[in-house]
Structure formats: structure tokens, C-alpha cells
């Protein structure tokens, strides 16, 4: 059975790093987008960081320069190592595979929380 579990979430002051964890499991035929998607209290789900089978990355604007997103060789494990962190990127924060890279997101983790404070 596949599965995603994340871990590394927290609270941190503005200007802070945080790095956040996936463990993916039970994918035995594989997939092709992997990726972090957050969502703010009272906002729409926003994806922030993906990458491909063929190692192309995607980040969304307000994130570029601040966060990296990595995964290990065997595409077991997902990070995302977030830099100067900002009241705005507070948030629940979602692992997810995309099995067809067709744009729908086909499973999800349960979400870790990350909170910044000004």
C-alpha cells in the first residue's frame, strides 16, 4: 500500500530554517512528480516545490532562492530544506505523488505544520 510520511515540522522565528522530511512507500510501479504543497489557514492549497522522474525541479516564485527541494536516488525519500523563512510561509505542509505527471496529485501524507513568527 502506498504511502507518505512527513516529518520536520515546527515553529521558527521569520529568517529561520526548517527542513522537512517524506518518507515514500509501497510505490511499486513507480511515479512521476513528487513534490511539497502547502495550504494556509483560510487560503487554496498551493503547490511549492516538485520534481520529476527525469530530476527537472519547479518552484513556485515566492519560494525560489529560499527553498530546496532533493530526493534520494531511490526516490524513497523527499526533502524540502527551507531558508529565510517568512510569516507567509506558515502553513500545513503536504507530501504528494503525481503518478502520470499529469497535474493531479494521486497521494497525499498526512501534513506537518510549519508555523513562522515576525
Known amino acids: 500500500q502506498e504511502q507518505l510520511v512527513e516529518s520536520g515540522g515546527g515553529s521558527v522565528q521569520a529568517g529561520g530554517s526548517l527542513t522537512l522530511s517524506c518518507a515514500a512507500s509501497?510505490?511499486?510501479?513507480?511515479?512521476?512528480?513528487m513534490g511539497w504543497l502547502r495550504q494556509a489557514p483560510g487560503k487554496e492549497r498551493e503547490e511549492v516545490a516538485h520534481?520529476?522522474?527525469?530530476?527537472?525541479?519547479s518552484y513556485i516564485a515566492s519560494v525560489k532562492g529560499r527553498f530546496t527541494i532533493s530526493q534520494d536516488n531511490a526516490r524513497n525519500t523527499l526533502y524540502l530544506q527551507m531558508n529565510s523563512l517568512r510569516p507567509e510561509d506558515t502553513g500545513m505542509y503536504y507530501c504528494?505523488?503525481?503518478?502520470?505527471?499529469?497535474?493531479?496529485?494521486?497521494?497525499w501524507g498526512q501534513g506537518t505544520q510549519v508555523t513562522v513568527s515576525s
Open positions: 509501497g510505490f511499486i510501479h513507480g511515479f512521476d512528480f
Open positions: 504528494a505523488v503525481d503518478e502520470l505527471g499529469d497535474g493531479e496529485w494521486n497521494y
Open positions: 520534481i520529476e522522474a527525469d530530476g527537472t525541479i
